[in-house]
């Protein structure tokens, strides 16, 4: 497995991402190409998952960082309180999946939003509340260009004030303790909205917008803690990994559902358009 660290800080967190933002380094959409041997993590030795399952790692890897600051953070401040009394909320993707099943290994309520029928059933097989995000279809804010048509703000209030009702009716009307969002800008107004006090909003992405605003006062005195962070430790790569093998917490890939080489354009494409259901879209250079 390949391991992002093009350079890395004192401590071993990552500041220079490979075949991302790190100068001269090659994407991965290469038949052949040269990696630094440190680079490279093995697999488990006989491991009892496939190639497809480890090949969604990343995601995995990057979730069990985040998740272990954000569930820290929380517990600095709700000292002696019983998780399953407190809801974990996330807004979609495979990362936040990954995350909520570590956060339902710790005793959480957990919730999640999906588009489709298909990943909603996905998210009620594994024990996490599937919400329809169709049920508030105007919930995104451009906080830099906010709306000054009544009829498009009404639909905002309207959508934002059925998420908060769902959001309070899964945690007892506390709110979220901790959200995970990585979507960023246009729906960062309705999580702050829906945390609890002592809550958490933690991301290691910004899909949709980088730049969010919030009332510093109304922070503070909700005692909101705010967690960002990237990747994760270098020391930490076969800690993760042996993690994922002895308790099973990785992902159930479709084989039917992954792309051939000549086909990444059209992976692109149906990824963009949301045709694809599963949180864990790949393609493979060659047959194994």
């Not at 517990?75 to 998780?83: I, L, N, Y």
């Not at 399953?84 to 996330?90: D, N, Q, W």
Request: glycine content about 6%.
């Amino acid at each position: 497995m390949v391991m992002p660290f093009a350079k890395r800080d004192t401590y071993g967190y990552a500041e220079l991402i490979y075949a991302y933002d790190a100068p001269r380094t090659i994407g991965l959409l290469a038949q052949r190409t040269k990696i630094a041997a440190d680079l490279l993590l093995p697999l488990p030795e006989d491991s009892r998952f496939s190639l497809r399952q480890w090949a969604a790692y990343a995601r995995y890897f990057t979730a069990w960082d985040n998740w272990q600051v954000a569930y820290r953070c929380w517990s600095a401040q709700m000292r002696d309180q019983d998780p399953g009394e407190h809801l974990v909320f996330g807004w979609g993707g495979g990362v936040v999946l990954a995350e909520l099943l570590l956060a339902k290994r710790a005793g959480f309520r957990v919730a999640m939003t999906a588009s489709t029928d298909g990943r909603l059933a996905e998210l009620a097989g594994l024990g996490i509340t599937a919400v329809d995000r169709r049920l508030f279809p105007h919930l995104t804010h451009d906080p830099e260009h906010p709306p000054t048509d009544p009829a498009e703000v009404a639909r905002y209030r309207t959508s934002e004030k059925e998420f908060l009702r769902t959001v309070d009716a899964l945690s007892d009307g506390a709110g979220a303790a901790i959200f995970v969002d990585n979507i960023g800008a246009p729906l960062y107004k309705a999580t702050v909205k829906s945390l609890a006090r002592q809550g958490v909003v933690t991301t290691v992405g910004w899909k949709e917008g980088m730049r969010t605003f919030n009332l510093r006062a109304s922070e503070c005195i909700n005692r909101h803690l705010h967690v960002n962070t990237h990747v994760w430790r270098y020391a930490d790569c076969a800690t993760i990994r042996d993690f994922q093998e002895d308790t099973a917490w990785i992902p159930s890939i479709d084989p039917a559902g992954i792309y051939e080489f000549d086909e990444v354009e059209q992976l692109a494409a149906d990824y963009s358009t949301g045709k694809i259901d599963s949180y864990f879209p790949l393609y493979r250079v060659n047959q194994p």
